[in-house]
């Protein structure tokens, strides 16, 4: 039995409070177990230099842990990114942008800020499902507003962790499994059941090409769940 008394299949909890924010476009709360994350969406009717005069947009995103959101408190990083949190912005810029076509979006630029409010593992994978359902109200917004012929959203993106924790697979994994694990691994997918990334690294020796599979197919359920969570 896990320590939260979940089967080895079975998801967190999941939260999902629409529109938390009034000046963003787009805004959510999601909880994940006891994983807190903040969203906000932002549209601005310009694109970086290497995007001008291309008739597509661009989506960017940022990625931080408040000071309270840990065990001891996280100093804030005012003038430089670490490494992990620029890896995990750049991981969910990468991540939203299937699910856009940056052509109907037009010259315009998609900003999402992930703010993790409390952490238990699974951060990047929660800011990633959240950060589509802010990205899918705000494109909403903007095709109204704007009068698109078609709004831009292709297709739902979703993200969740498997493991490998005592020898045994384990789906969307919480702090104290993250830490222990022997195998740990975020799966980001659309809807459709495409792989978009994965992030996959054995903790103390080499896994099996099964393990990986197992891992993969176990990830694939709980998206589906996710999805449906999604709306």
Not at 200 to 210: D, W
Request: with cysteine.
């Amino acid at each position: 039995m896990r320590n939260d008394r979940r089967k080895n299949n079975e998801l967190r909890k999941v939260t999902i409070t629409r529109g938390v924010l009034d000046f963003p476009m787009g805004s959510v709360m999601i909880e994940c177990g006891k994983t807190k994350v903040l969203v906000a969406v932002n549209i601005e009717n310009n694109v970086p230099s290497f995007k001008k005069n291309s008739g597509e947009g661009w989506l960017t995103a940022e990625y931080n842990m408040m000071p309270g959101s840990t065990d001891t408190r996280m100093n804030r990083e005012r003038f430089k990114v670490s490494g992990r949190t620029y890896e995990i912005q750049r991981l969910i810029g990468r991540s939203l942008r299937m699910a856009v076509d940056l052509k109907l979006l037009g010259e315009r630029t998609i900003t999402i800020d992930a703010d993790v409010i409390q952490a238990d593992g699974g951060t990047r994978t929660a800011s990633i499902t959240g950060a589509y359902i802010a990205l899918e109200e705000a494109l909403k917004k903007l095709t109204k507003k704007e009068g698109l012929k078609k709004n831009p959203l292709k297709e739902k993106v979703a993200a969740i962790s498997v493991g490998v924790v005592g020898g045994v697979p384990m789906l969307d994994l919480n702090y104290i499994e993250d830490s222990s694990a022997d195998v740990d691994m975020n799966v980001v997918m659309t809807e459709s059941g495409k792989i978009i990334e994965l992030q996959g690294t054995a903790e103390s020796q080499p896994f099996e090409r099964e393990t990986l599979n197992a891992l993969l197919d176990l990830a694939s359920e709980g998206l589906k769940d996710l999805f449906a969570i999604q709306g």
